[in-house]
Nanobody
């Protein structure tokens, strides 16, 4: 288990930007894959993006590719989700998650942070 804490959510107008942060309380994230998911009211949890921590290589869902960007601060064990050109349909609770590269599912989850895109 990796303790995870998200921050940075809030209310933003369509077309605006937000940056979410996920801090992992672990000495190192080597050999972990860090991801972001979101869940809108009445909908199932949806994959957003992930990063192989060792390489920094990001992967994005088709719904956010070109608008969202993942970066990391290795020294702070922090993963950032930069969200640009936000749309009302991006409104959801955003969750950070972690899994070891040898695991097939994400076993560690944060508490979530609310993102609301509305005028």
């Amino acid at each position: 288990q990796v303790p995870l804490v998200e921050s940075g959510g809030g209310l933003v107008q369509p077309g605006g930007s937000l940056r979410l942060a996920c801090v992992a309380s672990r000495p190192t994230l080597r050999n972990y894959i860090m991801g972001w998911f979101r869940q809108a009211p009445g909908k199932e949890r949806e994959y957003v993006a992930s990063m192989i921590w060792n390489t920094g290589d990001p992967v994005y869902s088709v719904n956010v590719k070109g608008r969202f960007n993942l970066t990391r601060d290795n020294a702070k064990n922090t993963l950032y989700l930069h969200m640009n050109s936000l749309k009302p349909e991006d409104t959801a609770v955003y969750f950070c998650a972690a899994r070891h590269r040898d695991e097939s599912t994400y076993g560690s989850w944060g508490q979530g942070t609310q993102v609301t895109v509305s005028s």
